[in-house]
């Protein structure tokens, strides 16, 4: 994406555009899937970890990502949309994580409904994954 865009991006979500967080960016945008920590690693062998680590954490902050708990036991992040504040339950969508390839991918169509809790428990996300076998590994 163009650097122009993507400092906008950052800025519209009050992060300071730095060169790092604007390749972060820039690979979460070109992934159509949910990523670890370590894919960032993979990808940015000269960047230390706790560097993506504290960008993946800033982009959690202020609303540019979503962290998604699947049966890898890896917390993964997905980019959130530009409407989206990440709140419950508007911003809730179901995930899907192939058992095959390991991916998790958003599918923000199908939104989480409400759930009625007893009294006194106050939600603040949820976490909705469905496991299977994507189309791709299917075929």
Known sequence: MEKTKLEQKLKARRIQPTAM??????????????LGLSDLEDHFTRSDRTTL???????????????IHDESGITKYALCSDECNCTYP?????HFYCLECDKTLCLTELTVPP?????????????????????????
């Open 115 to 139: 759930v009625d809790l007893p009294e006194n428990y106050q939600p603040s996300s949820v976490n909705y994954v469905i496991n299977g076998t994507c189309s791709a590994c299917a075929s």
């Open 90 to 94: 508007n911003d809730m969508h179901a």
């Open 53 to 67: 680590y504290r960008t993946l954490k800033t982009f959690h902050d202020k609303g540019m990502v979503h962290e």
């Open 21 to 34: 967080r604007m390749l972060i960016l820039d690979f979460l945008i070109r992934h159509n899937e949910a």
